[in-house]
């Protein structure tokens, strides 16, 4: 089986010594590489060629910020999911403008942390309810205060099942509570999921909810 190629980037060497131990512990995860500042981690990312990096935003030399940009450009194949506090709002919403694949607050539980390492790697994102709903609220505030950009209309328009799956996913939603919540199949989902992401343009759930917020589809 292969192993998930993880890069760790703090600056807290205790937190990543936490990361790297719990982590250590899934047979399909193998720790590449560990930096304590964006410089160091874009050069290993570089170098590496990691799976997923999991990114601190405020770290000296260079933020998390630039550092998700510099690495989504130089090693596409790296997905980035942010690791935040509730206090780093700001830095949240510039990482996702930056390419970042995904975000997860720090105090999240290591089973939903080790999913959404799974599900970055598949090309998929877990999106963290509670700042999915503080990300897309920022970004109604944004447009509101700044020029609308001028999209053009879909080539193929979303079906009501693919906008309910969408509405649900930019809740933050996983794809078995949407199951639930529309009573279908977990399966079901997906393909709709996947149509979504194809008819939108975007590559994984984070870029689709911002995407759908700039459409006035949500």
Excluded: W
């Amino acid at each position: 089986m292969k192993k998930l190629r993880l890069l760790l980037v703090d600056d807290q060497a205790l937190f990543r010594e936490g990361l790297r131990t719990l982590l250590a512990l899934q047979t399909d995860f193998e720790i590449a590489g560990e930096a304590a500042n964006g410089e160091e981690a874009v050069a290993l990312a570089r170098k590496l060629v990691p799976d997923v990096v999991l990114m601190d935003l405020r770290m000296p030399v260079l933020g998390g910020v630039e550092a998700t940009r510099r690495i989504t450009a130089e090693a596409p194949a790296a997905r980035v999911i942010v690791l935040t506090t509730f206090e780093e709002d700001e830095e949240v919403f510039a990482a996702l403008r930056a390419g970042a694949a995904g975000y997860l607050l720090k105090a999240s539980p290591s089973s939903k942390l080790c999913e959404a390492i799974r599900l970055a790697a598949r090309g998929e994102s877990l999106l963290e309810p509670s700042v999915a709903a503080k990300v897309v609220a920022e970004f109604a505030r944004i447009g509101d205060r700044e020029p609308r950009r001028s999209f053009p209309p879909l080539a193929e328009p979303l079906s009501i099942r693919e906008r309910d799956v969408l509405r649900l996913l930019a809740e933050g939603r996983s794809n078995k509570e949407i199951a639930g919540e529309l009573g279908i199949a977990e399966g079901t989902v997906k393909n709709h999921m996947s149509n979504v992401l194809g008819k939108l343009g975007v590559l994984d759930r984070t870029q689709a909810a911002l995407r759908a917020r700039e459409l006035d589809l949500i």
